[in-house]
């Protein structure tokens, strides 16, 4: 079915390059040096067919053959070839045609040779024009492709630094469970399967859906939850989701694991306020939690929003903004992205 297109843009071109010349012609009436008027008519058909022809042979065969290998020597002469041979068609189908009485005699080329020549050098010259244009369309086609294979491959490897972060941060909590002997260590364990499940199956698409996508933030922060004490305070709320949307997976869980990592204490009261809100395809994510001193690193604060950054430029080109404060007591992150 792709050729169908092809062939027909074909018979187009060559319809138009060999009629093209007769609409500018005068009548031939007009030219009393011809014995015979349909003789003018005969030659330019016949020099259109032969340029026509140097047009298919120069982009198919010379141009790929020997200037795309840089055998220039080889494609002038090639190119020459091509102008002697038809000057000399002409004369060749005079003497043919003569031989067998055949009373339909061509204009002479070698002649005059000028507007053979001027029409094969036409032809050629828009051959080479047009396939040097498809080979730069192409290499642009491959340029991109390969950056689209770049960018994924670049993506591919964020999001599996995500996971490995991801488990390292839940096994602590759970650890730290144990050893309080919290009787909520058993659910814990059991929320850890079920994140790992989406983590490891679920999200390993380019999108997921958006309803999983909360699904799986909010067990994450139940189960951050658990292990929390009495003075820390957690508040997550989900508005208006629209169902169909999809969202690049894993993309806002650094935010909140650094909510729960940095945000969080055993001795001082805090407090965290994460939010999910859509409107349309429009995704607004907040989040802002109490910041405990001396427990950030100020040289070293995890791969996470480093992470989320990459991935919003390589997934979301000029579709989010992103906005991240940090004063004496809050740190703070606003999100907005068109899905």
């Known amino acids: 079915m792709k050729r169908i297109p092809a062939i027909f843009t074909h018979i187009l071109f060559l319809a138009g390059f060999l009629s093209f010349p007769l609409l500018l012609m005068p009548p031939l009436t007009a030219h009393k040096q011809f014995n015979d008027a349909g003789q003018l008519f005969r030659s330019v058909i016949l020099t259109n067919f032969l340029a026509a022809s140097a047009y298919y042979l120069n982009y198919y065969y010379l141009i790929p053959s020997f200037n795309t290998k840089r055998k220039y020597k080889a494609y002038t002469v090639s190119l020459l070839l091509i ?41 050629l010259m828009l051959s080479f024009i047009l396939h040097k244009n498809n080979e730069w369309k192409q290499a642009q086609r491959d340029k991109m492709e390969m950056e689209m294979q770049k960018n994924a491959a670049e993506v591919s490897l964020l999001r599996n630094q995500v996971n490995p972060h991801f488990f390292f941060n839940m096994l602590n909590g759970i650890y730290s469970m144990a050893i309080r002997q919290s009787t909520e260590t058993p659910a814990a364990v059991l929320q850890l399967s079920q994140l790992m499940r989406y983590v490891l199956y679920e999200s390993e698409g380019e999108r997921v859906p958006l309803e999983k996508e909360i699904e799986y933030m909010s067990g994450y922060v139940k189960m951050q939850h658990m292990r929390l004490s009495g003075n820390n305070t957690v ?29 969080t204490s055993g001795n001082h009261d805090t407090k ?45 080109p000029d579709r989010y903004s992103l906005s991240i404060r940090e004063n004496e007591h809050e740190f703070a992150v606003h999100l907005e992205m068109e899905l």
């Open 83 to 123: 102008a002697a041979v038809i000057l000399l068609v002409p004369v060749l189908c005079n003497f043919i045609m003569s031989r067998l009485h055949i009373p339909f005699p061509f204009v002479n080329s070698l002649r005059a040779p000028l507007p053979s020549l001027l029409m094969t050098a036409m032809a």
């Open 235 to 263: 508040n997550f709320e989900v508005r208006n989701t629209s169902s169909g949307l999809t969202i690049a997976p894993l993309l806002m869980i650094p935010f909140i694991e650094n909510c729960f990592k940095y945000g």
């Open 272 to 316: 965290m306020n994460i939010s999910l809100d859509c409107n349309g395809k429009r995704l607004l994510f907040s989040s802002n939690n109490t910041i405990i001193p001396g427990k950030i690193d100020p040289d070293h604060k995890g791969i996470g929003i480093n992470n989320v950054k990459r991935r919003l430029e390589l997934i979301y």
